[in-house]
Structure formats: C-alpha cells, structure tokens
C-alpha cells in the first residue's frame, strides 16, 4: 500500500538457526539452514553470554553475515538471534476462517488489467484478467484467451401497436411479459415499438397494428386486428391478430360478423355483431386479459379487458364497439366506442389499446389503435442504458415508447 517515508518491514518473527561461537567476528546467519538476509540490523535481537547486544556498535549486518565488534572465543556463548522484522505479516490463516466480516465492507479483489497488446508474453493456465480492449474479463486455458460475459436479469414487458376500429372495436397488440431474463452486460439490444394501426371507415376495416420486438428475447408480438366494418348486407368480421377486431355491423340483417382470432399467449378474440333486421350493434375487440364482448342487439360490446403488469399500470384493453349509444372505454387504453353518426375513440398511445368503433352508419369511422411499448426492469440501481429511465420499489425501469436500443 502506499506509504510516506521508509516502507515498513512485513512479516513473522523467526529465531534463526543456532550459532556455535569460535575465534572469529562474522557469522553466517541462516533459517532453517538456509542464509537469512535481515533488511537491517536494527530487526535483529541478538544475545551474547546472557547479555542483549546493540545494533550498530555491538555488531553490523551485511548481507546474511552478522559481525561482531570483536572476535569471540569458544567459551563465548550465543545464546541466541531473533529476526524482529516483518511485524505486520499475519501469518496463514487457517482453513475456513475467512468470513465476509473478516473482509469488511468496501472491500473489493482487483485483477489486473490492461488491453489486448498487453496480455502476457508467457501466459498458463488458470491467468484472469480484464481486457480494457474489450471490455471484457478474459481467462487464459488450454491454447488461448477466452472472453466471458457477465450476466445480469431483467425482466420485460412487449406490447404490439393496438388494433384500429372501425365499426366493431380494435383488438390489442399481442401482449407478452418476460420474467428473470439473463442479458448479456455491454451487449446492446434493439427494441422495435410498433405503430397503432389506422381506423378503418364505415366500410374499410381497421388496419391492424404494428410488431413490437426486444431482440434476442421476444419472438415477433403480433399487432392488434383491425375492427371490422360496417355493411348494407351481411356484418364484417374482425381482423385476427394479436386481439382479434370486434366484428363489424349491418343495417338489414344477414349473417352475424365474427370478432377475429387473438394469438395464444398474447390476447383474446374480439366480439361478435349481432344479425337483426335493423341496425345492428358491433362487437368489442379483444384485449389481453380476456375476449371483447358481443355486441347486444343495438349496442356495440364492451372492448376486452387489459393486462396490469408489475408497474401497476394497465394496459393492452380491446377498443369497444360502436352501436346506437356510446359504449364506454375498458380500462387499459382501449378507445371507446361511439354512437349513432359518430367517430369512434382513438386508443391511448403506447398501451396497445385497440380503437373505438364508429357509430352505426357507413359514414362514421373508428378511432386509431394505440402504439405498443416495450419496458425493462432489474432490481437496483441503473446498470443499462436507453428509453426513459426511472426507478421505483427498488427497481430500475426503461420504458421505450418509440424504436431504439438498449444497452445493457
């Protein structure tokens, strides 16, 4: 450790080997019959026929050789020398007492570390370092340096862009939660957020929703099913997707319209529209948590139910139906759906939420579906890098409401 003036000597006392005394002032000083070379004389403790010798006037040290200040005979006695240096050398510890008390907090091993050029010229078996090159910590085995990652888990929400209404409700983007997720630290992740898609008028169905993606991680969310559209003859059914679209109506009865399919694992089926011989209800688009419903005679069906992550929030609900009266808005970002000779509601951006449907005529249109997000969590303080970043209950969040990267 650094240290202001003479570095101090480190280390165990050792009574050296014995001396035999003989007509002659230097001796070889020796431990365990190998020479011994004390730093100075001043860490020897000497005794001489029962009396303690002084550094420097008593005897002088060069090397392993002690000299005494005059010969000795061999009546003389060396009674013995003791090597006083070294007085902070702990010894070995004994197995098993090393606990993390004995190491104190703070505390922290470095390895050594340098860039690639500076890897050693002779390296074996077994040597650890840290590549500033790479930014990676490296091993040395068998033929060569190997890199290895350090790890870390997070875990992740990925909602597609929701569905857009037409006359029956938007279904919401596919929905998928990720839980202990081991990224690779240094590596960089692209994230894709996927568009709402476009309202679909009283005679177009609704454009479906956007892909949203974590790479690496999550498979291809699929977006939100565009609502089906209003017909003088038979009702529209939904778009299938991630949540399916609520099924579209008509006005002089026909066939009842069929809500879309939803994607295992990622949302529900839309509602279905009813067949009357008068205007017909349509039905709510799926949402994460559960089917939209159908439309009852009139009145469009209430979007699907949303997904409440971990962060509390709702999100990913189905757009409802439109029909002869307003249907309200299902928690979860969904648009609600409109009255007679009204647009539907548009979707709350990066929920997911599928758009309202519109009124019951050919001329009214359905709200926009929501835009997807992609959000990662980890436990502690920040370690990566993009999106918004916040934290909360312990947590660090990086919520991506638009396409970019994160960097773990």
């Keep these: 450790m650094p240290f202001i003036g003479t570095q101090p000597d480190v280390g165990g006392y050792s009574v050296l080997d014995a001396l035999t005394a003989s007509a002659t002032a230097s001796y070889t000083l020796q431990l365990n019959s190998a020479n011994f070379v004390p730093n100075s004389a001043n860490q020897l403790l000497v005794s001489l026929n029962g009396v303690i010798q002084k550094p420097g006037s008593s005897f002088t040290l060069s090397g392993s050789t002690l000299t005494f200040s005059s010969a000795l005979s061999s009546s003389d006695s060396i009674d013995f020398i003791i090597s006083m240096g070294e007085p902070l050398l702990i010894g070995t510890p004994s197995d098993g007492t090393i606990t993390n008390a004995k190491l104190g907090l703070g505390q922290f091993l470095q390895l050594p570390s340098g860039t690639t050029a500076n890897r050693p010229g002779s390296p074996v078996n077994g040597m650890v370092r840290y590549n500033t090159t790479t930014s990676k910590f490296e091993v040395y085995e068998g033929d060569g340096w190997s890199s290895y990652a350090l790890l870390y888990n997070i875990d992740a929400l990925v909602i597609s862009g929701g569905g857009g209404g037409a006359s029956g409700g938007g279904g919401a983007g596919g929905t998928t939660n990720f839980t ?229």
């Design 180 to 408: 202990q997720i081991a990224i690779t630290k240094n590596t960089s992740y692209a994230i894709t957020v996927g568009a709402g898609g476009n309202a679909g008028s009283g005679t177009t169905t609704g454009s479906n929703g956007g892909i949203s993606l974590l790479s690496g991680i999550s498979g291809s969310n699929v977006g939100g099913g565009g609502g089906g559209h209003f017909s003088n003859s038979s009702a529209n059914n939904g778009a299938a997707g991630g949540s399916g679209g609520g099924a579209g109506g008509s006005d002089t009865g026909g066939s009842a319209g069929v809500g879309g399919a939803g994607t295992v694992g990622q949302g529900f089926a839309g509602g279905t529209a009813s067949a009357l011989n008068t205007v017909q209800g349509r039905g709510g688009g799926g949402g994460k948590g559960g089917v939209g419903a159908n439309s009852n005679g009139q009145n469009g069906g209430a979007g699907g139910t949303g997904y409440t992550w971990v962060d509390g929030v709702t999100r990913a609900s189905g757009g409802s139906g439109g029909g002869s009266s307003t249907v309200a808005a299902t928690a979860g970002g969904g648009g609600a759906g409109a009255a007679s000779n009204q647009t539907g509601s548009a979707a709350t951006a990066n929920t997911g939420g599928g758009g309202g449907g519109g009124g019951n005529t050919s001329v009214t249109n359905g709200g926009n579906g929501g835009s997807g997000v992609v959000i990662i969590r980890y436990i502690g303080t920040q370690k990566g890098s993009g999106g918004s970043v916040t934290s909360s209950g312990g947590y660090t969040y990086h919520t991506f409401n638009s396409s970019g990267t994160y960097t773990a």
